[in-house]
């Protein structure tokens, strides 16, 4: 469920350092030389960090220390429970572009957060904490205490809070699984243990996006049952049943029953509500192979799946891949911004299995939602979009015709997905058209979004201007999309994805 999906840095902290491949560009012309893009990257990369500064302004200025910033009405909102989401979904972020007072205004926050009271008591989300907050803070303090340890020297207890909080947070949380399958329940009520889900009903992705970090938390505590409620309930998900409900090897349902661990339907895809469980399935292996094989074996399954059984590609512009929905094994010709990520998993499996037919089937994706982008009158892609030329709506017909797709949602929420599959497609191939693309992206949502104290999501990318602002300024901005913005075009570090030799570290689905 990439809603509202997050990055988080998690160390690989288990595994051997490896040498630091350069990821050198692989093309150039005679008017831009090899020499010259260093000096692009650089100032790209800059510009990134100064719309990161804005932003961060606007919100310390206006929304500190709740969650997310008004920037229209300088004004704030709490969707994330009054926590503070804006402030650690951008720690990491902060430490990687160097942005040193911003990264020591959020070490001196965290410790005051209390995760025992919500926001007017409101639900807490388990799918959304661990990504967000748990992924936030141990990204934070795996940098801190890794690769940028000379840069809080002396806030030694600030960053070892990092780690105490969210380990605070999770003996928080762990109720949640105390099911008698060990499928979680969702949505909490923290103040008195209970739960808001009814019935007891739990996704795909909210199932399944949960393992990475509960894992990682166990190997930086020391504390083994974080890992094992979090592999309980993913367990379901690897040997998923009944059988009716893997419609093809690999992909499952949607729906979860928390009291006996099955699906109750056969009906999913690579979309938000879905997507970050096939991400994990991979990432868990990128994050230890001696422990995981079974999860490389289910991401490769459902790969293998997806390439066979549900790429599809539009009538009218028939060299466009995307990935199409199922509803048991009918395909559904529709997708969303949310699944645009889908190029990058395709191509870290092309990197750590050794296998170019997903480094090809990722690259083809990345062209395929770069072309719902550029296809717009903002360059910024929708929402939701689909490609069935039976459904095409009449007001739609040559944009269809032109473009292979209709616009079924046309707002934009300040999505990162596109972006982290180019941030993927460049450190596979060294291609520089990726970082261009990038680029180009990154200006379209730049100019597009900004209003006020910071950047809004908006109602219309097929509408110049954005069709007016919606008014908040997501956490993930920061989370995600600046930071995969930002890597894109910054130089080598052991914290990038790397193109030779074994990932030191892995993304979470937030970024962190």
């Known amino acids: ?72 009405t300088n004004t704030f909102e709490n969707p994330r429970n009054g926590w503070g989401a804006t402030a650690v979904d951008a720690l990491d972020t902060a430490i990687i572009m160097g942005l040193d007072t911003i990264v020591f205004e959020i ?41 940028f340890s000379n840069l809080a020297t002396n806030m030694t207890t600030e960053v070892n809070s990092l780690l105490q909080k969210s380990v605070n947070l999770a003996n928080i949380l762990a109720y949640a699984f105390n099911t008698s399958s060990g499928v979680p329940f969702n949505d909490l009520y923290i103040n008195n243990d209970t739960y808001a889900d009814d019935p007891a009903i739990n996704g795909l992705a909210t199932v399944g996006t949960l393992v990475l970090e509960w894992t990682h938390l166990s190997d930086l505590s020391g504390d083994s049952n974080f890992a094992a409620l979090a592999q309980k309930g993913e367990s379901y998900i690897l040997n998923p049943m009944p059988a009716w409900a893997q419609p093809f090897p690999g ?34 292996y990128v994050y230890d192979q001696s422990r995981f094989g079974e999860y490389r074996d289910r991401w490769v399954a459902a790969a293998d799946s997806t390439i066979e059984y549900l790429a599809s590609h539009p009538l009218t512009k028939p060299n466009i891949t995307y990935i199409a929905e199922f509803a048991n094994t009918s395909l559904i010709d529709s997708s969303e911004e ?14 750590t299995l050794g296998e170019q037919k997903y480094t090809d089937f990722g690259l083809a994706l990345a062209a395929g ?19 069935n030329a039976s459904t095409v709506p009449e007001d739609q017909a040559e944009f269809f015709d032109q473009h292979g797709f209709y616009i079924s949602d046309a707002v934009y929420v300040l999505r990162p ?84 030799g074994a990932q030191q570290w892995v993304y979470n689905t937030e970024a962190q």
């Open 1 to 72: 469920m990439r809603s509202l999906a997050y990055l988080a840095l998690v160390s690989y902290a288990l595994a051997a350092p490896s040498k630091l491949a350069r990821r050198t560009p692989t093309r150039s012309y005679a008017d831009d030389p090899i020499e010259r893009r260093y000096d692009v990257n650089a100032a790209r990369a800059s510009a990134v960090a100064q719309t990161f500064q804005i932003g961060w302004d606007g919100y310390y200025e206006f929304a500190f220390p709740n969650d997310e910033l008004d920037p229209v």
């Open 107 to 147: 070490l001196d926050f965290i410790p005051t957060i209390d995760f025992t009271k919500s926001y007017q008591n409101e639900s807490v989300s388990l799918f959304e904490t661990t990504i967000r907050y748990l992924g936030g803070m141990m990204s934070g303090y795996d940098l801190l205490t890794g690769p």
């Open 251 to 284: 992909l499952v349902g949607t729906n979860i029953n928390i009291t006996t661990g099955e699906f109750l339907d056969a009906t999913g895809g690579w979309v938000g509500g879905d997507d970050s469980a096939y991400e994990y399935l991979l990432k868990m």
């Open 338 to 351: 949310l699944a645009c990520f889908d190029g990058g998993s395709f191509l870290l499996g092309g990197l």
């Open 369 to 387: 939602c770069f072309n719902t982008y550029t296809s717009t009158a903002t360059g910024i892609g929708p929402e939701v979009f689909g490609w």
């Open 417 to 500: 997905e596109f972006l982290e599959s180019l941030y993927y497609a460049y450190r596979a191939t060294g291609n520089t058209t990726y970082q261009d693309w990038s680029w180009q992206t990154f200006l379209a949502i730049n100019s597009t979004t900004h209003v006020g104290s910071g950047y809004s999501d908006i109602d219309n990318v097929n509408v110049g201007g954005g069709g007016g602002f919606l008014n908040t300024q997501e956490s993930f901005f920061f989370a995600e999309l600046l930071k995969y913005a930002y890597l894109i075009h910054a130089e080598d570090a052991v914290y990038q994805v790397q193109y030779e």
